[in-house]
């Protein structure tokens, strides 16, 4: 009994000296983590398995970039979807991720060979599919020093593989003048944008994503027209119903038709913030011919101490990614269709220093 006081005061101990010695990454964007317990078959290193994963999520707290799932959550999501912690599997991990509001998910295992014992790990990104792995190994009296390096490792691998586990959803601080940049040279056309939502099986009456995808197209100085025709409507119904199986009808005073759907959902809370996670489609069409154009989607998730907050920034978020990705390409397909339309321009919004999104200036009102 003693000896094993001796070694939990030492577990600790090592904890202590850890958070105290390392320096932290605070400046980096806030990254969710779920760090599983360790597989372990041999049922004598179990307890150390359960010790040394402890360890490991203490250590990574200690980092003010990441938010790390909790065991609760983990534990309850395991027994809801019948797994066992061996039943984590790389081609589960993204379903797992996304229920728990994760972007990366670190499995591990723990085993013995002759005297030695062995900790693998792997860090997977759960909206790319990659994983990285890396080991530690040493004496059984050696858990914490073993902990305190993989711990290490991991935010290494966080650190250095940060584009290849987690989608680039943050755009660049000046994704105007890039947007602006890629679409410059040529006729802008006018655009009907038409992106229904849900929040929590909720219809939405201010959607946050097309709030988003409007804004950014007039700070590039296309014209957004709100006016439809009974005829557009009638189809925009249809492709909501069944699921957009036909072309739009001929359109005269629209050059580009934006439409998709978007839907959020609680992911999961830790303490008092609140993950929420959102899923945005998007097609364009040329409204001439009816021709798709291109087609896009993207999964996001965002945090804050309001549910409602966090979905409509998870929205916000995914529908200014697809703006960064889709318009240019959608506005070049459609020059190359019309190389001689000229389409009534706005001009571009003035941008100043202290702009804001049109979702994010909506939510920050009483």
């Not at 081609?91 to 005297?115: C, I, M, N, T, Y």
């Not at 303490?271 to 996670?277: A, K, P, Q, V, Y």
């Not at 390409?329 to 019309?338: D, G, K, N, P, T």
């Amino acid at each position: 009994m003693k000896h094993r006081t001796l070694r939990q005061a030492g577990f600790w101990g090592a904890i202590l000296l850890f958070c105290l010695g390392r320096m932290v990454f605070a400046q980096e964007p806030s990254l969710t983590v779920a760090v599983f317990d360790f597989q372990c078959k041999d049922r004598n290193l179990q307890e150390q398995g359960e010790l040394m994963a402890e360890l490991v999520r203490v250590n990574l707290s200690m980092d003010e970039s990441l938010r790390l799932v909790t065991r609760e959550e983990m534990d309850k999501l395991i027994q809801e979807m019948n797994l066992g912690i061996s039943g984590m599997t790389d081609d589960a991990a993204p379903k797992v991720g996304h229920l728990l509001g994760a972007q990366v998910l670190v499995l591990s295992r723990l085993f013995q060979v002759k005297d030695q014992i062995y900790a693998t790990v792997k860090v997977i990104g759960v909206e790319t599919g990659r994983a990285f792995s890396d080991m530690a190994k040493g004496k059984a009296e050696a858990a914490e020093e073993m902990s305190q390096a993989l711990a290490e490792k991991i935010l290494e691998r966080l650190t250095k593989n940060s584009k290849d586990l987690v989608a680039q959803v943050h755009l660049p601080k000046d994704q105007l003048s890039e947007l602006k940049k890629k679409v410059a040279n040529g006729a802008l056309p006018r655009v009907l944008v038409y992106i229904p939502e849900e929040i929590i099986g909720e219809a939405v009456p201010d959607p946050a994503a097309q709030t988003e995808m409007e804004y950014l197209l007039l700070k590039l100085g296309c014209e957004v027209v709100k006016n439809r025709s009974k005829a557009l409507d009638k189809w925009i119904d249809d492709y909501h119903r069944e699921g957009g199986k036909t072309a739009p009808p001929p359109q005269e005073d629209l050059d580009l038709i934006l439409i998709g759907e978007a839907f959020s959902e609680f992911a999961s809370r830790q303490g008092d913030l609140i993950t929420c996670r959102a899923r945005l489609e998007l097609e364009a069409f040329d409204a001439a011919t009816g021709k798709i154009l291109t087609a896009n989607r993207r999964t996001q998730s965002a945090h804050d101490l309001a549910q409602q907050v966090a979905a409509k920034t998870a929205l916000q978020e995914a529908a200014a990614q697809l703006a960064y990705e889709m318009l240019p390409e959608a506005i070049a397909a459609w020059r190359s269709q019309h190389p001689d339309a000229k389409p009534a321009q706005t001009e571009p919004a003035e941008e100043t220093a202290d702009a804001e999104p049109v979702a994010q200036a909506a939510e920050a009102k009483p």
